[in-house]
């Protein structure tokens, strides 16, 4: 089992920037694939992008260029770098962990956080 902690959510104005965290705790986390997912109010889950566990980075296209993921192993966490912020990024992004997958379909993440809502304002 691997529980999942989120950090870092809240309220900016757009343009601005917010940092995400996840802390892994639970299984050896440098074995697992880690990534994020967000829902905006009525809307369906998004990928937004993993970090595989040998650290290679896929992104969903329309976020590339603001959004960067990055882990720490020695520390157990997943980062979520969000620049540029917009009011259509207002959503809440979820951790998720698995140790085969790294793509973009929700089903398949075994391990989800609880979320942390990320508010952007015009």
């Known amino acids: 089992q691997v529980h999942l902690v989120e950090a870092g959510g809240g309220l900016v104005q757009a343009g601005g920037s917010l940092r995400l965290s996840c802390a892994a705790s639970g299984r050896t986390f440098s074995d697992y694939n880690m990534g994020w997912f967000r829902q905006g109010p009525g809307k369906e889950r998004e990928f937004v992008g993993a970090i595989s566990w040998s650290r290679s980075n896929t992104y969903a296209d329309s976020l590339k260029g603001r959004f960067t993921i990055s882990r720490d192993n020695a520390k157990n966490t997943v980062y979520l770098q969000m620049n540029s912020l917009k009011p259509e990024d207002t959503a809440v992004y979820y951790c998720?962990?698995?140790?085969?997958?790294?793509?973009?379909?929700?089903?398949?993440?075994?391990?989800w956080g609880q979320g942390t809502q990320v508010t952007v304002s015009s």
């Open positions: 998720v962990a698995d140790k085969y997958f790294s793509g973009s379909d929700y089903v398949r993440w075994d391990y």
